[in-house]
Structure formats: C-alpha cells, structure tokens
C-alpha cells in the first residue's frame, strides 16, 4: 500500500529515469518518442484519478484530447491567443464539458459513464473531423510554435525541438504525477478510493458519491486536454485521429496494462504501448488486435496491472 | 425527548410488504434492539432509515426534523451512521484509510488544497489521524493501521467497521448484526464496546440475532414479524410475550423443517 514516504520515492524514481533516459538514446530521434511517452503517460495517469481511484471507465478521454489539441491549432488563428494560453483555455472547455456530461450521468449507478464517454469521443472526433471549413477535415492543420524554444535560444541555450519538448513533457508529466500522489492521500482521494470499495458504505461516513466521481471524471478530462495540447504543438500539426476512439481505448490499455491504480505503472504502460509500434512496424496495422489481445491477457493473469504484480511478487519473495 | 423517531414506517416490493406501519423511538444514550425471524423485515428497517431505501410510508425524524427519504451522506453530516450486516469495508484501503474515509466530512477542504498538498490540509489530515488512531485503539486494531484492511479476520473487520461509523460525529448508531459470525470472545468484546458508546450518549440501534446479547444490553426491544412490528417492550416483557414465543418457535419449526428437507 502507498504511503505519504511512497510519494516522494515513486516521484523521485520518475525524475531520475526522465532525466536519466537520454544518456542510452543512440540517436536525437529518441527524444521525440520519449516526448511522446509522456504525454501518452500524461492522460493515463489522468485516467489512474478515475479509474484507479474513483472507480469509474471512460470510453472517450480522446475526445477530451482532441479539445485540447485543437484548443491550440484554432485558438491562435481565430482569437489571437498565445500557444501557452490556448492550452488552459482546452483544459477549461474540457472541464466543462466533463462537468456537462458527468452531472447528470453520476448520479446513475453503473457503467453509464462508460457510454456516455463513448457517444461523446466520437461525436467530437465527428465534429472534428467534418467540420472542414474550420478544422481542415481529414486533413488536420497545422499548429503554432509555443515560441519558448526560440526564447532559449535568444538566451543562449539551444536545444533541437526534440530535446526541448522531451523536456517539456517529462516536466509536465512530472507535475501531473505530483498532484495525482497529492490526491491519493488526500481526504478527497480517500473519497474516491471509498465509494470505490462500496458506494453504499462511503455515502454513509458522509461521502457525496455523485459529486466526487464528478470531481474526478472533470480532473482526468483536464490531464487528457493537457496532453492533447502539448501533442499538438510538439508535432506543430494536428488530425482528428488524436480524437479517435481507438486513441482513447489506447489510453485505457496503458492505464490497465501499467497497473490503474499506480501513478508509475500507468507510466510504464504508457512506454510499452507507445514504443511497441516504434520497435515492431508490423504492429501498426495490427494495433487494434494487439490492445485487444494485450487486455484480455492482463486481465486474466495480472489484474492489477504489471507493476503492482511485479512489485507484490519482489514483496513476496523478500518476507 | 427522542432522538430517532419512527412513525408507520412501510415499504412494499413487488406487491409484498416487507416493513408495514412500524413505529418507536431511541433516546441518547439508549440501547434499542430490533429482533425477529430471517425474513422480518429488521434490515429493510434499516436501510429506510439510514436512507439507503426511500420508505413507501411513514416519517422518519432525527431530532425532531424530518428527514424521511433523505440520502446518507446527508444524514451522515447529522450524526446518523450505520455498519452493515454484509461488510463494507473498503477493502483494498488501509485499516487507518478506512477509519480516515469516515473523517471525510470534518477532515475535507478545497479539492485545490488536496491536489496541491496545501499545509491546511496536512493539519486536517493530522487531526483526523489522531482521531482516527484512537477510535482504532479504542477498538483494538491501532496496531494493525497499516494493514491492508482486506488481510484482517472477520471479527477484527466487524471491530474496523464501527471504528468508521463512529468517526463521523456519530450521536445515533446503527449496527446491522455486529455479532454476527463472531466466536464467543469477540461477541464479549462488541458487547462491551456497546454498552461503552450508549454509556458515552450514543444512541444505539441494533439488529442482532444473538438473543443472549440483546436481553444482557438493550434497554428497549422491538420485536418484528413479517414486516410488521408484534411486540415492543423491556427485555423481560418482551421475552414474555406469547406472540413473540409464537414468532419465534414459528420459525425454529419451519428451520427445523427445512433441515429435515
């Protein structure tokens, strides 16, 4: 079980592999995957807050991803905002939305949210997708440079835009990691985790089920519109893919194969899922097959995930 | 004057009455045991009560107001807090999470303060901590707040579980059977710690099938059956009471018989 000591161990251990990482990159084009990684492990430590903690399944956190995404490609370009701000601007409508969305579908027990999540990701990926005129259909488009990296440069540090957005992210998945082991052993998180364990029982010490489920389906949806957004502006180009349905399965896989209820599993799962396609080509059109298959496996043999299964058998073998 | 009053309480499933027109009243620091055979009705009671079902008729009132049909964590932040027959133990929390979840409504702040780890909420988690370590010692488990509450025995679960009810500022308890598949030690010692809350001003409502139990600490008895409620009375009176025999031989013959089958 996690403790207040456990934080600061599982953010330090994060810290040192983030800074630790680039010293085995045999070529710069590694520091892009690694970018990528954690702005994947990014949303699913979002998802770690709902499904770990709270309980709850979502089926459309891409949709929340593609808000943020497109928060940043369209915001610029239409409103005149700055990269950096169009990002808070994604997490607020994306919070909003969870909030429109989560209110009246919490108060239902049962797997309500789960299909409410997935009517909501494909109506946005729909939207996104169709609406050519604004959002460059199919297609995507492209989107601004943050202008932070051209800011170092003027002050003498150069970095190659993979460097820089390796930075960025581990930094970001950083802080993300912090405020979700913060949550955890918090009387909110102790909520979540409560009505977890028996909804019943939580709502008789006091706990407001409804709105601490809310609570957490809106934090999750926020980590997820974050990582669409750094996407986005890393890449400098965007596709409603980004929204797509099988992104936001792919964000559960991460989460279930990681271990949901741990902030460094769902990391980890984040890196396998996002290097298998990079290590194995083939993978790619294979991908839906693969999570399928990588689900039904974890569920049967590691239901808990892999790194709180490795780490229960280590425990194990030292007692 | 009463804390809990009941007036004709009723709820009806499908066409069959499970709880009709029962009625009574628990005062601070009173003991009072609802019995009957399975099927009476005792935790259907209950769960009206304590909001889990909204009642078909009738009135529940805590402190004079009514509060018929109103949801638990509402009634919780009025001091009504309840175990249950079945655990509910958050299972794969600590023993001290467990007791600490009960703190939720005087330990919780902004959710800012919980994810940003603000110093006001360290000192909320501190008091609560010390609250909750002497609810755990007062029920013997302070040694074992680490502990995954999943890996303790079923007695010391039944123990944790009014630790936790306790934790709100808890002025009306009910306990749904907390003897119930419990040796003879651990009966002696729930015993105790009941008769230790009432004695502390707690009003206490008990289900409990352990006859010797109920006549050694209830102050008032209230006997259902089929739903409805046949006797009411000290533990003597109540023992007394041919229907309350009648009820209960009823049964041993029908559990007799259902043995036999």
Same mark, same amino acid.
């Not at chain 1, 996002?274 to 290590?279: H, K, N, Y």
């Not at chain 1, 280590?314 to 007692?319: A, F, L, M, P, W």
């Not at chain 2, 119930?180 to 009966?187: I, K």
């Given at each position: 079980m996690? %403790?207040?000591r456990g934080k600061w161990t599982q953010l330090a251990v994060l810290a040192l592999v983030i800074a630790l990482l680039p010293l085995f990159f045999p070529s710069g084009y590694y520091y892009r995957v690694g970018a990528l990684i954690f702005v994947n492990a990014l949303s699913v430590v979002g998802l770690v807050i709902l499904i770990g903690y709270a309980g709850q399944i979502s089926l459309g956190h891409a949709g929340f991803a593609g808000i943020g995404a497109y928060a940043c490609a369209l915001a610029p370009e239409h409103l005149g905002l700055h990269p950096g701000l169009a990002v808070i601007l994604g997490a607020v409508v994306s919070g909003i939305m969870a909030l429109l969305i989560g209110r009246p579908i919490l108060r239902l027990k049962g797997y309500y949210l789960a299909v409410a999540t997935l009517g909501f990701g494909i109506l946005v990926s729909m939207v996104l997708t169709n609406e050519r005129a604004l959002t460059g259909g199919p297609d995507g488009m492209? &989107? #601004?440079?943050?202008?932070l990296r051209a800011l170092l440069r003027d002050l003498g540090w150069r970095l190659s835009g993979g460097e820089f957005w390796y930075g960025v992210s581990g930094f970001v998945l950083l802080i993300g990691a912090w405020l979700a082991l913060n949550l955890f052993d918090s009387p909110t998180g102790r909520a979540m985790r409560a009505l977890h364990g028996s909804e019943v029982a939580a709502s008789t010490v006091g706990v407001d089920v409804a709105r601490q489920k809310l609570r957490a389906f809106v934090i999750s949806a926020v980590y997820a519109s974050v990582a669409g957004s750094l996407l986005a502006l890393q890449n400098g180009y965007i596709t409603p893919d980004v929204a797509g349905f099988m992104h936001s399965i792919e964000m559960v896989t991460m989460a279930v194969l990681g271990g949901v209820g741990s902030v460094l599993g769902a990391t980890l799962g984040a890196a396998i899922l %996002?290097?298998?396609?990079? &290590?194995l080509t083939v993978f790619a059109e294979y991908e839906q097959l693969v999570l399928g298959a990588v689900m039904i496996v974890v569920m049967i043999f590691l239901p808990q995930g892999l790194l709180p299964s490795i780490a229960r058998r280590?425990?194990?073998?030292? #007692? | 004057m009463s804390l809990l009053n009941v007036t004709g309480l009723g709820i009806t499933f499908g066409g069959l009455k499970a709880v009709d027109? /029962?009625?009574?009243? /628990?005062?601070? !620091?009173?003991i009072v045991s609802v019995i009957g055979p399975n099927g009476a009705g005792k935790t259907t009671l209950f769960n009206m009560i304590s909001g889990v079902y909204m009642p078909g008729r009738g009135k529940v009132e805590l402190d004079g107001q009514d509060v018929t049909g109103t949801p638990p964590h509402l009634l919780a932040r009025m001091g009504l807090s309840r175990t249950f027959q079945n655990l509910q133990i958050f299972q794969d929390m600590t023993v001290l999470d467990n007791v600490l979840a009960g703190y939720h409504l005087q330990e919780s702040g902004s959710i800012l303060a919980d994810l940003l780890s603000l110093p006001g909420m360290h000192r909320r988690a501190a008091k609560a901590r010390d609250g909750a370590m002497g609810l755990l010692t007062r029920v013997r488990l302070d040694k074992a707040a680490s502990q995954e509450a999943g890996s303790l025995s079923y007695g010391a679960l039944k123990r944790l579980e009014i630790a936790r009810a306790l934790a709100l500022n808890t002025r009306i308890l009910l306990l749904d059977e907390p003897a119930? !598949?419990?040796?003879? /030690?651990?009966?002696e010692e729930i015993d105790h710690l009941i008769a230790e809350l009432a004695a502390s001003g707690i009003a206490i @409502? @008990?289900?409990?099938?352990d006859m010797k139990l109920v006549m050694r600490i209830s102050n008032h008895i209230v006997v259902l059956d089929h739903g409805e409620k046949i006797a009411e009375g000290d533990p003597a009176t109540v023992s007394r009471d041919p229907q309350v025999i009648a009820a209960y031989l009823g049964a041993e013959e029908t559990e007799a018989?259902?043995?036999? !089958?």
């Open positions: 996690m %403790t207040a492209s &989107v #601004e440079d943050l202008g %996002t290097l298998l396609p990079q &290590v280590i425990r194990g073998r030292g #007692e | 027109d /029962v009625s009574f009243a /628990v005062k601070p !620091g009173e119930a !598949g419990c040796n003879a /030690v651990e009966t @409502l @008990l289900v409990e099938h018989a259902d043995a036999d !089958g």
